[in-house]
């Protein structure tokens, strides 16, 4: 069965450059969503994306942005790269969440490491 | 509001013993949890989840989980580890009564089967 991709797989930046992370939901998915794990941490929630409007919104930094496009795949833009920044992304889609309890389908993220 | 407790940072079993992943849980409405797994490098796996009915609910790979209202908790258990059950386990609570419909992750549960 498809899964979630995630582009780039791996990503090394330096400070203050952007970076955009590509993510394509699983096939009739509708919602998109973006976390950010540091090591030995939990996942924690960026942003999110239904029907290509933003449904929600959590501790996304005011220097990242992020939308979702007409064929549903989303891009998490990040400008100011600070070393802070270094962490996996992750990417999940879902079925609509207002239409039940759908689980989250989580890719395999983007390892992105600022020097 | 809702949050999630894994008050266990690793859990040790020996394989073919049986094994518990301890979760506890806070909302205002009523809970729908969750449990994935991820493994070393990979997005996480969804592997089962409460929304209503029956207490105990059976899900991927031969786990199932305890639904305790009354203990506020969502153990996850299998009868019989295996080495391969190895890994990082986190739980995931939403609450019904919120405006959110993203749910929050525990810190995680490192589970290390020996063999």
């Known amino acids: 069965a498809a899964g979630v991709i995630q582009s780039p797989r791996h990503l090394i930046k330096e400070k203050r450059e952007t970076a955009t992370l590509k993510c394509y939901p699983i096939?009739?998915?509708?919602?998109v969503y973006w976390y950010q794990q540091g090591p030995g941490q939990d996942p924690q929630f960026l942003i999110s994306f239904y029907e290509k409007m933003q449904s929600d919104k959590g501790s996304i930094p005011d220097r990242f942005s992020a939308q979702q496009f007409s064929d549903y795949h989303s891009e998490l833009n990040m400008s100011s790269l600070e070393l802070g920044d270094s962490a996996l992304y992750f990417c999940?889609?879902?079925?609509?969440?207002?239409?039940?309890?759908?689980?989250?389908?989580f890719g395999p993220g983007t390892r992105l490491t600022v020097l | 509001a809702q949050s999630v407790a894994q008050p266990e940072d690793q859990v040790n079993v020996a394989e073919g013993n049986p094994l518990t992943v301890k979760c506890t849980y806070s909302v205002s409405g009523n809970p729908y949890l969750f449990w994935y797994v991820q493994y070393p490098n990979r997005g996480l796996q969804f592997l089962l989840k409460y929304i209503t009915g029956d207490n105990l609910v059976k899900g991927s790979y031969g786990f199932e989980a305890e639904f305790n209202k009354s203990q506020t908790s969502f153990h996850l258990k299998k009868p019989s580890a295996l080495v391969s059950d190895s890994a990082l386990y986190f739980c995931a609570v939403r609450d019904d009564s919120g405006g959110s419909y993203i749910p929050t992750f525990g810190r995680g549960t490192s589970l290390i089967v020996h063999p």
């Open positions: 999940a889609s879902s079925l609509n969440p207002l239409a039940g309890v759908n689980e989250q389908f």
């Open positions: 096939p009739r998915h509708d919602t």
